[in-house]
T-cell receptor, first 115, second 110 residues
Framework: DGGITQSPKYLFRKEGQNVTLSCEQN?????MYWYRQDPGQGLRLIYY???????QKGDIAEGYSVSREKKESFPLTVTSAQKNPTAFYLC??????????????FGPGTRLLVL | QKEVEQDPGPLSVPEGAIVSLNCTYS??????FMWYRQYSRKGPELLMY????GNKEDGRFTAQVDKSSKYISLFIRDSQPSDSATYLC??????????FGSGTRLLVRP
C-alpha cells in the first residue's frame, strides 16, 4: 500500500528543546517537501528536496533543519531557534524531475505543541 | 497582496445543494491548478488537477479555470455531509513551487 507516513501524530516540545518529525514515503518519488500550516493560513513551504543528499530552503526555513540521506526519508528538525513552533506540519512528495506537471501528495501530518 | 486569494468561509449549505468554491490569483505564469480537500486534523487530499484553461469533471466535482480572469472554481453537485471539509486551491507555474490559498471551510447540513 503506497503512501506517505508521518510520525508521531502529536508531538510536545519543551522550551529550548530540538524535536524531529519523521516523514517516510514508499511511492518512489524523488522530490519531498515540508510545509507548516497555521489556522486561517495556507500552507507555507519550509524546506524541499529534489533529490537525495540535496535540499533547499523554502519561504520560512529559519529555525528548522532537514536531511535527505535516503530517497524514502526526509526528517524535519524543529530547533530551539524556532520561537513559534506550534503548528500542523505536513510532509509531501512528488515524482520529481521536470517539476512541471507533477502534483504533490501529502502525508497525514504531525501536530506540534509547545509545553 | 497575496498571490492567491480564497474566501475562508465558512460556507454552510443544505445537503443536495450545488457548491461553488473559488480562488483568484495574480501571477499570470501559473499554468497548473489543483484543488485539495482537507478534513479536520488530516493531510490534504488531491481532488482535481487541471492544466491551463478549461473544465474538468470527475463524478460530482467540476473544476474550471479562467486564465483570462485569473479565476478558478470548484463545483460540487449533490453535496453530501461527507463533503464537509476545508478546500484548498493550489497552483504553480513551470517551477516546483506550489502556491496555496488559505482554504475555504465548507459545511454541508443534513
Amino acid at each position: 500500500d503506497g503512501g506517505i507516513t508521518q510520525s508521531p501524530k502529536y508531538l510536545f516540545r519543551k522550551e529550548g528543546q530540538n524535536v524531529t518529525l519523521s516523514c517516510e514515503q514508499n511511492l518512489n518519488h524523488d522530490a519531498m517537501y515540508w510545509y507548516r500550516q497555521d489556522p486561517g493560513q495556507g500552507l507555507r513551504l519550509i524546506y524541499y528536496s529534489q533529490i537525495v543528499n540535496d535540499f533547499q530552503k523554502g519561504d520560512i526555513a529559519e529555525g528548522y533543519s532537514v536531511s535527505r540521506e535516503k530517497k524514502e526519508s526526509f526528517p524535519l528538525t524543529v530547533t530551539s531557534a524556532q520561537k513559534n513552533p506550534t503548528a500542523f506540519y505536513l510532509c509531501a512528495s512528488s515524482i520529481g524531475g521536470s517539476g512541471r506537471q507533477e502534483t504533490q501528495y501529502f502525508g497525514p501530518g504531525t501536530r506540534l505543541l509547545v509545553l | 497582496q497575496k498571490e492567491v486569494e480564497q474566501d475562508p468561509g465558512p460556507l454552510s449549505v443544505p445537503e443536495g445543494a450545488i457548491v461553488s468554491l473559488n480562488c483568484t490569483y495574480s501571477n499570470s505564469a501559473f499554468q497548473y491548478f489543483m484543488w485539495y480537500r482537507q478534513y479536520s486534523r488530516k493531510g490534504p487530499e488531491l481532488l482535481m488537477y487541471t492544466y491551463s484553461s478549461g473544465n474538468k469533471e470527475d463524478g460530482r466535482f467540476t473544476a474550471q479555470v479562467d486564465k483570462s480572469s485569473k479565476y478558478i472554481s470548484l463545483f460540487i453537485r449533490d453535496s453530501q455531509p461527507s463533503d464537509s471539509a476545508t478546500y484548498l486551491c493550489a497552483m504553480k507555474g513551470s517551477s516546483y513551487k506550489l502556491i496555496f490559498g488559505s482554504g475555504t471551510r465548507l459545511l454541508v447540513r443534513p
